[in-house]
């Protein structure tokens, strides 16, 4: 039996991932409603949810001067701007996940779909325990042994960060 459980908190169900990373609760929805994406509040939609460029931009045009991209890896985390906080993407063939890391603890947490809640930690399957994603093992979780870890997004690339200014900014769906 694990030791642990999964920890988690409700934050609505209107945002996904990307909304959560970017710290809006209510994106702007089409009709049907659908999940929040890169670039639509921009009205510079990505195309293909798994194109990173396409990803990038459309961050880039959403956030415009509140959000920057930033160099670095899991393993060489970049410096984070001033009232700013950092987030990550993860892609795969045809779509894309998003973490968000809180300043002050340097935990990471994501958000599962619109219905789904915040998560603060993975199973770490080698050692049958839950942990949380903090600064020391991103990269391990990420990266180097993602096949340890149980969470939807163990088989997804990492791809890059992005500075977000505290209190985000527009997403849409």
């Not at 909304?19 to 809006?24: G, I, K």
């Not at 020391?136 to 340890?148: C, E, K, Q």
Request: aromatic fraction near 10%; charged fraction near 10%; charge should be neutral.
């Amino acid at each position: 039996m694990p030791l642990g459980s999964q920890e988690e908190y409700n934050w609505g169900a209107n945002a996904n991932c990307y909304a959560f990373a970017c710290n809006c609760p209510n994106p702007a929805v089409g009709n049907p409603p659908r999940t929040a994406r890169p670039g639509v509040a921009a009205l510079a939609p990505v195309l293909n949810n798994g194109n990173v460029a396409q990803l990038n931009a459309g961050v880039l045009a959403n956030g415009s001067l509140l959000v920057q991209q930033l160099g670095g890896n899991p393993a060489a985390l970049p410096l984070v701007p001033a009232n700013s906080y950092l987030i990550a993407m993860l892609t795969s063939a045809t779509g894309f996940h998003f973490l968000r890391r809180d300043e002050l603890t340097r935990r990471w947490s994501w958000k599962d779909a619109n219905h789904g809640t915040v998560k603060l930690n993975v199973m770490d399957f080698a050692h049958d325990h839950y942990v949380y994603i903090n600064d020391a093992n991103l990269n391990d979780i990420l990266v180097a042994n993602r096949g340890n870890y149980i969470w939807a997004y163990n088989q997804m690339n990492f791809q890059g960060f992005f500075a977000v200014v505290n209190g985000g900014f527009a997403v849409a769906g």
